[in-house]
């Protein structure tokens, strides 16, 4: 995408290969190392756009044969993986979905931090079962979708795997979120509201016993005392 970027002839050239192909343009993306939603960006723009780069000839992008191979290569490398990548761009864009309700300033999140761990959690093994099931038609991608799937999860794991998302501060969290706590099991209430008594109350505090004015009140008056 850098190659198209630096150039308002290139990037005239793309527009009416999308023009050419159908196809919606969509401007080059270059990817932020350190911006995870600039990777599905990125992936999202180059997967519309394949048709159109595949229209594009290097003779009329570039004056010097050493860029017009080097685009011929890039290119060819990308087209190659594309068919792969497309099975990975909605768990990447369920990610960077994700990304914008966790980093929101205008409303609490820690509540949804073990809801979107299991939202993600469930997507990767979703795409497991997918490579399974081409490995009987198309055994190189799905191995290829296994192996990337094997690598996702282990970062998973790493970072967001049970020590994490099992801290008792989410749990009690998603236990005080008023939507969240409908969800939850009678047992799965219990266990909140537990850590909440170990974590952040003295023992002496909880002497007081205070009479429950609704059924609701019952249920977490017997959970807490």
Request: hydrophobic share 45%; aromatic share 8%.
């Amino acid at each position: 995408m850098v190659l198209l970027s630096k150039s308002d002839k290139r990037k005239l050239l793309v527009k009416n290969a999308a023009a050419a192909a159908g196809i919606v343009y969509r401007a080059p993306h270059k990817n932020s190392k350190t911006r995870w939603n600039d990777k599905e960006a990125t992936l999202r723009n180059f997967i519309n756009m394949l048709q159109g780069l595949n229209l594009l000839k290097p003779d009329d992008m570039f004056d010097t044969r050493a860029a017009k191979n080097h685009w011929v290569n890039t290119l060819n490398a990308a087209t190659a993986g594309a068919v792969l990548l497309t099975y990975f761009a909605p768990f990447m864009k369920l990610v960077a979905q994700w990304v914008q309700v966790m980093s929101s300033n205008l409303h609490p999140s820690v509540s949804l931090v073990r809801v979107a761990c299991k939202t993600l959690k469930t997507h990767l093994n979703a795409l497991d079962s997918q490579g399974d099931e081409l490995l009987r038609s198309d055994r190189e991608l799905g191995e290829s979708i296994k192996a990337g799937v094997l690598s996702l999860s282990d970062n998973f794991d790493l970072y967001l795997g049970g020590p994490y998302r099992n801290s008792w501060y989410f749990i009690v969290a998603e236990a005080l979120d008023v939507k969240l706590f409908k969800k939850l099991s009678l047992e799965e209430k219990r266990d909140a509201f537990g850590l909440l008594k170990s974590n952040m109350f003295d023992q002496n505090d909880l002497n007081v016993h205070l009479e429950p004015r609704s059924d609701h009140d019952e249920l977490l008056a017997r959970m807490i005392y």
